[in-house]
């Protein structure tokens, strides 16, 4: 038994079916009772315990009466005690769950911490070389990212730890965005990572997300592997990490298309860095890429491509946007079909986590009808190692692939 005692959440009867399987989140519906909201009593982002109907102890997590989800829980063992040495053991653990990927020694970036999926809701964590960025997600861990941050330098050894916490999941938990540095020393305006042996500088203070998508790392390995003697088009190019890779396997000409000058010009920049002639080997076209293809379309003398790749923002931020979504993963995949040469490459993406691998498929199924071609799936990819989905937390899942032969 911990010696500290918690303030009680009771739950409503029937309702902590979701909590003994361990899913993390307790929703605001399924809650019977709350603490005071007092200083002595729980304020939100306190330590709460979890109680059946029948006052048995279920779980102990971080109180946000603000949040629809009004409890996000920290552990199902009722003798572990939410102190400074329960957190540090989270945290080495997540961290040590990475060692083997680091130690390949080609790869000098990965997320170290990944929210729920490492038991640690709220909190992610990327690793730039010696530098970490933090998004924090949740009032519970806010309030505590300063210490947390303080321990993470320790446990990595790494200089410093900003975070960029602005995603919208924010707003809805009551909390404003926040940027800066969390401990350590002010880190450089960029970084140059590995991946994979290759060079990429990220902005640890701009860009998006957090600078580079590393979710992306096993698919741009796996993409690259069709693009040897390809032309190649990358849709949603970013700063251009699948044309590097694909330049890398012999790619002999990759087209980018992003809306983003900004990004666009980091990929010159980090085609050189790899030893290749933006000039030569590539072509950047800013803009809307629906319409860009659009226009293609219509256009007989249109470029033709043997590996299209398409990796789009997430286009589902809600279950209201699912439908609009589906309609653009739609649109942008059989415009992307209509482009491949026969018997070339279409890989496609989704980092939407609302929709789900097997809905995805069937869109794409329903552009290659539309689009009057065969595909033949080749690989199902998902997100890379370093950002596990824990079993009992389905919603971890979130990017999804297939690789296809559009005949
Ligand atoms: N493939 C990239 C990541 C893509 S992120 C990588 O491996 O690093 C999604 C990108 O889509 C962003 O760079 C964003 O600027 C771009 N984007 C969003 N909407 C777009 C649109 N309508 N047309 C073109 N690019 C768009």
New binding site residues.
């Given amino acids: 038994m911990p010696t500290a005692t918690y303030p009680r959440v009771v739950l409503k009867p029937g309702r902590e079916k979701p909590v003994i399987q361990r899913h993390p989140w307790i929703f605001s519906g399924a809650i019977l009772k709350l603490p005071p909201n007092t200083a002595d009593g729980a304020p939100d982002g306190a330590i709460v315990d979890v109680m059946d109907s029948a006052d048995r102890w279920l779980a102990r997590g971080l109180l946000n009466r603000a949040s629809q989800i009004q409890v996000r829980i920290l552990t199902w063992q009722q003798e572990e005690e939410i102190n400074e040495s329960f957190w540090q053991q989270r945290l080495t653990a997540a961290v040590v769950r990475r060692a083997p990927l680091l130690a390949q020694g080609d790869i000098t970036a990965c997320r170290l911490i990944n929210g729920e999926s490492d038991y640690l809701p709220g909190l992610i964590v990327d690793r730039f070389g010696d530098h970490l960025i933090a998004q924090i997600g949740i009032l519970g861990m806010d309030q505590r990212k300063r210490e947390l941050a303080e321990w993470l330098l320790q446990i990595t050894g790494c200089q410093s730890i900003s975070e960029r916490s602005d995603t919208a999941a924010r707003r809805l938990e009551g909390l404003e965005d926040a940027h800066g540095l969390l401990a350590g020393t002010p880190p450089p305006d960029q970084v140059e990572i590995t991946e994979k042996g290759l060079r990429f500088v990220v902005e640890l203070g701009g860009g998006?997300k957090t600078g580079?998508?590393m979710d992306?790392r096993s698919n741009?390995h796996a993409v690259a592997a069709y693009c040897a003697g390809a032309t190649v088009l990358?849709?949603?190019?970013?700063?251009?990490?699948?044309a590097v890779h694909a330049l890398a396997a012999g790619a002999t000409h990759v087209t980018n298309?992003?809306?983003?000058v900004d990004?666009l010009q980091m990929g010159e920049v980090n085609l050189t860095r790899n030893g290749f002639d933006p000039d030569c080997v590539t072509e950047n076209i800013a803009?809307?890429?629906?319409q860009v293809l659009r226009d293609w379309r219509h256009d007989a003398d249109s470029p033709r491509f043997d590996v299209v790749?398409l990796?789009?923002?997430k286009f589902a931020h809600s279950k209201q946007q699912i439908d609009r979504a589906l309609r653009g993963y739609k649109d942008i995949n059989l415009l992307a079909i209509h482009l491949v040469k026969p018997g070339g490459i279409l890989a496609t993406f989704s980092c939407s986590g609302l929709v789900s691998a097997d809905l995805f498929q069937k869109v794409i199924f329903g552009a290659a009808i539309d689009a009057g071609r065969d595909l033949q799936i080749l690989e199902w990819r998902r997100q890379d190692i370093d950002h596990p989905v824990a079993i009992t937390f389905p919603e971890g899942e979130y990017l999804k692939g297939l690789i296809c032969r559009v005949l």
């Fill in positions: 998006q580079f998508y992306q741009r990358n849709g949603f190019s970013y700063t251009g990490a699948f298309i992003d809306s983003s990004a803009g809307d890429i629906f790749i990796d789009p923002p």
